[in-house]
């Protein structure tokens, strides 16, 4: 079982759509969690970052961290096309030296 | 400069051919990372330094792929005899101090793209 699990997709919606994206872990250690987006030929970006148990908002995207069941998520509001692209969830712990563990990544697909 | 420079941006190589991939980091970032991204898929991590702790090099595929960093500066990442299985993009990130938001924010380099033929 890996320590971060993703559903790789793809997840495809209307364009107007709320997107829900979500990781489950298995480490409990892990304290920092983040979403990064990644364009097609482009390296990762990071999108939202969140410490601990909480929800963060930025604009139209929402990130929710639920420590309790190891569940963490993305929400897109009024998702773009634009919003098209793969999503990853990080994460890290300060036992662990603070290495980023990933998801395998959600590839989104918003239609016009 | 201001990012994260990797080295070349693209390289084609002959089979059983020894390539070196260069990576450097964001001044100052403790953490400096390797991934190998194949088509479509997502990050495979392969080794992990950060600051003068003991690198992670649980990711590396097999002993034909090794990683040197010189202190908290430029990387190399080493392919030897190179098999067609290894084309992929190369991805060099780094990251800041540990104690700046636990080193989350993870900078990436434009990757290096290897073809092996």
């Known amino acids: 079982q890996k320590e971060v699990e993703q559903d790789p997709g793809p997840l495809s919606v209307p364009e107007g759509a709320i997107v829900s994206l979500n990781c489950t872990y298995s480490?409990?250690?892990?304290?920092?969690f983040m979403w990064y987006r990644q364009y097609s030929r482009k390296g990762p970006e990071l999108l939202m970052y969140t410490y601990s148990s909480g929800n963060k908002e930025d604009g139209r995207f929402t990130a929710q961290v639920d420590k309790s069941s190891k569940y963490i998520s993305l929400f897109i509001r009024d998702s773009q096309p634009s919003d098209s692209a793969t999503y990853l969830c990080?994460?890290?712990?300060?036992?662990?030296?603070?290495?980023?563990?990933w998801g395998a990544g959600t590839k989104l697909i918003i239609k016009p | 400069g201001a990012g994260v420079s990797q080295s070349p941006s693209n390289k084609v190589t002959e089979k059983g051919k020894d390539v070196e991939l260069r990576c450097d980091p964001i001044?100052?970032?403790?953490?400096l990372y390797w991934y190998r991204q194949r088509l479509g898929q997502g990050l495979e991590f392969l080794i992990y330094f950060q600051g003068n702790s003991a690198p992670d090099k649980s990711g590396l595929p097999s002993d034909r792929f090794s990683a040197e960093r010189t202190g908290e500066s430029v990387s190399t990442l080493t392919i030897q005899r190179t098999q067609q299985e290894d084309s992929a993009v190369y991805l060099c990130a780094s990251s800041g101090a540990a104690r700046d938001r636990g080193g989350t924010e993870a900078f990436f380099g434009q990757g290096t793209r290897l073809t092996v033929v």
């Open positions: 001044s100052g970032h403790t953490a």
């Open positions: 990080a994460m890290s712990a300060r036992i662990s030296n603070y290495q980023l563990i």
């Open positions: 480490n409990s250690a892990f304290q920092y």
